[in-house]
């Protein structure tokens, strides 16, 4: 029997619906949940913050359950778990935002899987700091939210 692909989603913040790069992780999740369901690949998502109160902590184990890799131990505690899954589990690690994809430039490449970052506005209209530019170079696909936004990136970088 062949192996599922594995998808590991990488978020800042797991919280419900709380700005537009929140309701992407959510949406995100969503179709992982329902490709997952369908038998058609696993998922794990790992998160820097967590959720804000217990009530929250609640829903979000109901909906993503077991899968939900909440490291609160900073971001060093983060980053050494998210670069562990991808040398040992994923296939394909998505990035909800380009600071965090800059964890890519500390794997070789033979070590990493495929990579995907979310462009979404205003981190990427001007020359990003060159940790966001090291992950986006490091990163096999670059996934904007917008036409609008997709522009003004190609024309500042």
């Not at 999740?29 to 998922?43: A, E, N, S, T």
């Not at 506005?121 to 990003?128: A, I, L, T, Y």
């Amino acid at each position: 029997m062949r192996d599922l692909p594995r998808i590991l989603l990488v978020l800042i913040e797991v919280s419900a619906n709380v700005g537009g790069i929140e309701n992407v992780g959510c949406s995100l999740m969503r179709l992982l949940i329902d490709k997952q369901v369908q038998g058609i690949l696993d998922y794990r998502v790992a998160s820097l913050r967590g959720p804000r109160n217990d009530t929250e902590v609640q829903k979000l184990r109901r909906f993503v359950g077991a899968r939900l890799v909440y490291v609160g131990g900073g971001i060093s505690t983060f980053s050494l778990s998210v670069l562990w899954q991808m040398v040992v589990w994923a296939d394909l690690v998505i990035f909800i935002h380009p600071g965090i994809s800059s964890l890519l430039t500390l794997m070789p490449r033979w070590l990493k899987p495929v990579a995907m970052t979310w462009i979404h506005g205003v981190e990427v209209w001007s020359r990003p700091i060159l940790r966001k530019r090291l992950g986006l170079a490091n990163s096999d696909y670059i996934v904007a939210n917008t036409e609008f936004t997709l522009r003004r990136a190609l024309e500042a970088n």
